[in-house]
């Protein structure tokens, strides 16, 4: 058995330049209680525990605090909360954000989970786009743009107004295997733009060179 840390990370990336810009010591419930743990290792007092959305909310917040101008915010799975969601639309983020298969959204007719979504799209609604190089070359995926209905306004703001929300899904060419992102934009937005913002995040890369300066991927 080993002993690791565990963070949530917040990274910027442009089409220019991408760097790690803060991370917060994610602490399980089970080390947030336990008083002994917490001396032996000088866990200040002040730190309790919180979960990884609250954890990169509270990143949001200190991003804006020092006026990084980005405007669009992605994250994996875990990430896709509505109150994370929520708080990336009242800091004026624009997001688009991994979210599970069990994911239930609202459209016009309905409110349905993501996978029926997915299932209702027609053939010719699919676009097949590149997104990057594998091992054993490019990378192709089919992708689905769905209209939804916002889930996430603001107080003080008016859902039909402020926005256009959408359900983006990938499949798999030959697996047909699901990925499912929630978005919103509050100007129009093209389903290559969402496509590019989901795949070319660059926060895996800045974890390994943080790694790589702390000495922490050594064998």
Request: net charge positive; charged share 25%; aromatic share 8%.
């Amino acid at each position: 058995m080993g002993l690791c840390q565990v963070a949530v990370h917040l990274t910027y990336a442009s089409v220019h330049v991408h760097a790690l810009i803060d991370r917060q010591l994610y602490l399980p419930t089970a080390w947030a209680e336990d008083e002994e743990r917490r001396l032996l290792r000088h866990v200040p007092d002040e730190i309790t525990f919180a979960t990884k959305p609250q954890l990169a909310t509270a990143m949001l917040h200190r991003a804006r605090e020092l006026g990084l101008a980005a405007r669009w915010f992605t994250g994996g799975e875990v990430y896709g909360s509505l109150e994370l969601r929520r708080t990336a639309r009242t800091l004026g983020f624009d997001y688009a954000l991994a979210v599970k298969a069990d994911h239930r959204a609202t459209t016009a007719v309905g409110r349905f989970a993501a996978t029926q979504l997915a299932a209702k799209v027609p053939a010719r609604a699919w676009m097949r786009l590149r997104t990057g190089n594998g091992t054993k070359g490019d990378r192709h995926y089919d992708w689905a743009l769905i209209d939804v209905l916002s889930d996430d306004t603001p107080p003080g703001q008016d859902a039909a107004t402020t926005g256009h929300a959408f359900l983006l899904v990938r499949r798999h060419r030959y697996t047909r295997e699901l990925s499912l992102y929630r978005c919103h934009s509050a100007a129009p937005v093209s389903l290559t733009t969402l496509v590019n913002i989901c795949t070319r995040w660059k926060i895996e890369a800045d974890f390994q060179g943080a790694k790589g300066l702390a000495g922490l991927d050594q064998g």
